[in-house]
């Protein structure tokens, strides 16, 4: 059993905190508003699920799932990620963030950013490129048929390692996307963010195998 800590408790994490107590693990959700506000969410994931501060939730996670606007990556409590398996699903859109030169420009990836505000976690892009209803649907045990396949990308190979894992136990198999610099291939847009997974109206999704993950990596363009 592991505890998932979540920095963010938006449509992805609360999916993400519904799938992993499913599958056994703890969870401490967050949100800028405070733990007050999480309470019936937690209340309704059950005795697995409690809700407290950012530094709390970051502090008690094995991992840590940061889910929230680019825009709020200064004001994360970076001490207690120092260390830890860090999960970033966050996606950069300048008209909800602002406009952020670095990219803009594409110097950086989001998660390269991130790396800046939070040095010393162990970051893993996971979870940016699918819609929060088609990650709650799709899921499947290992070794099912139509088991689909997220990208991930990290500079840490024990921390995709652990991500692995993680994403295995919820219903998901993995296809290594490369490093943090890397990223960029599964960014907002690109081949394999959302498609693969079918159309947002078609809220069960259909599944995308590792074939059909590989190839929308291979055809991004920056």
């Known amino acids: 059993m592991t505890t998932v800590g979540f920095i963010g408790s938006g449509a992805i994490g609360r999916t993400l905190a519904r799938l992993a107590v499913d599958a056994g693990h703890q969870v401490v959700l967050s949100n800028s508003r405070g733990p007050k506000t999480l309470v019936d969410l937690a209340e ?9 501060t950012s530094e709390e939730a970051a502090r008690a996670g094995d991992i840590v799932v940061v889910t929230v606007p680019v825009s709020a990556f200064p004001h994360l409590p970076a001490a207690p990620l120092a260390g830890k398996t860090v999960i ?8 909800r963030d602002g406009h952020i030169p670095e990219l803009d420009s594409k110097s950086l990836t989001s998660s390269e ?15 940016n490129n699918i819609f929060f209803k088609h990650l709650l649907s799709l899921a499947r045990p ?4 139509d088991r689909s396949y997220l990208p991930i990308a990290g500079d840490s190979a024990p921390a ?9 136990s919820i219903g998901y198999s993995v296809v290594d996307a490369g490093t943090l610099a890397d990223s960029w291939r599964q960014a907002t847009d690109t081949p394999v963010w959302g498609t693969p997974y079918g159309p947002y109206s078609n ?20």
Not at 44 to 52: C, F, K, M, N, T
């Open 44 to 52: 309704e994931l059950g005795p697995r699920a409690s809700a407290a």
């Open 88 to 95: 970033d699903t966050c996606n950069y859109g300048a008209e």
């Open 113 to 127: 950013l991130l790396q800046r505000y939070a040095p010393d976690a162990l970051l893993v892009k996971a979870f």
């Open 142 to 145: 290992a070794g099912a048929a």
């Open 160 to 168: 995709r390692a652990a991500v692995t894992e993680f994403i295995d």
């Open 203 to 222: 809220e069960k999704g259909q599944p995308a195998g590792e074939a059909a993950i590989r190839a929308a990596l291979a055809t991004a363009t920056r």
